[in-house]
């Protein structure tokens, strides 16, 4: 768990998180996307004799619920999701990188998990040649880049090339990872976008073999938004030490791959300013 604050952001308690077991991940996935959109919160109020029933998602959308009747308002910049309840964050530019710990340790059965926890956040995102760039580095004894940011502008394209990635084995060198990330993959050889937020994704399963302090400073120093996710054998001070402030919400630790799907959906990556959404006759106005 050391190695886990080091790269974490600050506040570390908002970065690292404890789960039992790898399939406890998916409830950890809901945490990112509250991360960058907020936790959702509701109120009722008396209209008349109707009662009305108005979500609200820090400023994101409004849905109003009445008897008979169900809509949802989103502002500018959110996509009303298929549910046709709910919003998600679509008008920032971002740029992601995931960095894999492929070792031996993490086991072939396991490393599937990982691409599926891949895939889910993913699903998060509003892929496109505007918006979210994905990037995918695994590491081990060495680092082995998957693909580059921006090379696929399309979910499918991307989702499909995760699940084709081979799984290295070998060692943990999580620091050396955390070097290639500062010095190539957030560069604009990388494919990496000037003025565009940086999020990196660093996933492990155990103690790195080599020091992660300076590269971890580094990458946040630079303004990057780190979570750091643990599993299993993972040390939580490591986890810490990658993770930004605040490390609650920034670090995520598991003792099981299955649980890693509750991590995907506590995490969406696109930072949306909060805005005003003023509905009229029988709609609330609620300020955010």
């Known amino acids: ?24 991940i ?14 959702m919160r509701w109120r009722e109020e008396e209209d008349g004799k109707i009662r009305v029933s108005l979500y609200k998602i820090r400023g994101t959308d409004v849905c109003i619920s009445s008897p008979g009747s169900f809509k949802c308002a989103c502002k500018d910049g959110f996509t009303l ?20 710990d492929g070792s031996k340790s993490v086991r072939p059965e396991n490393f599937e998990l990982v691409k599926k926890w891949i895939n889910q956040i993913v699903d998060k995102l509003d892929v496109s040649e505007a918006k979210a760039h994905v990037g995918l580095v695994q590491y081990s004894s060495s680092v082995r880049q998957e693909f580059p940011l921006g090379r696929f502008n399309n979910k499918k394209d991307l989702k ?31 494919g990496a976008r000037p003025g565009v937020a940086k999020v990196g994704i660093v996933f492990t399963d155990g103690r790195s073999q080599d020091y992660i302090g300076d590269a971890a400073k580094k990458a946040k120093e630079q303004g990057y938004k780190m979570y750091a996710v643990g599993v299993g054998n993972a040390v939580e001070d490591e986890l810490k030490e990658i993770a930004s402030e605040p490390t609650g919400e920034h670090y ?27 509905l009229t006759k029988k709609y609330i106005l609620y300020n955010g």
């Open 1 to 24: 768990m050391n190695t886990l604050k080091q790269m974490a952001s600050d506040p570390l308690d908002d970065h690292v998180d404890y789960v039992e077991s790898y399939s406890v």
């Open 26 to 39: 998916e409830k950890l996935t809901k945490k990112f996307q509250e991360a960058f959109c907020g936790k």
């Open 81 to 100: 999701m298929d549910n046709g309840r709910s919003c998600t964050c679509s008008n920032a530019a971002t740029d992601v990188v995931f960095l894999i």
């Open 160 to 190: 499909d090339a995760v699940k084709k990635m081979a799984y290295m084995e070998r060692g943990t060198m999580t620091g050396q990872a955390l070097r290639y990330l500062t010095e190539n993959s957030f560069s604009a050889g990388g």
């Open 252 to 278: 995520f630790y598991t003792a099981d791959f299955k649980a890693m799907t509750q991590i995907a959906k506590k995490l969406q990556l696109t930072s949306v300013k909060r805005r005003t959404l003023a």
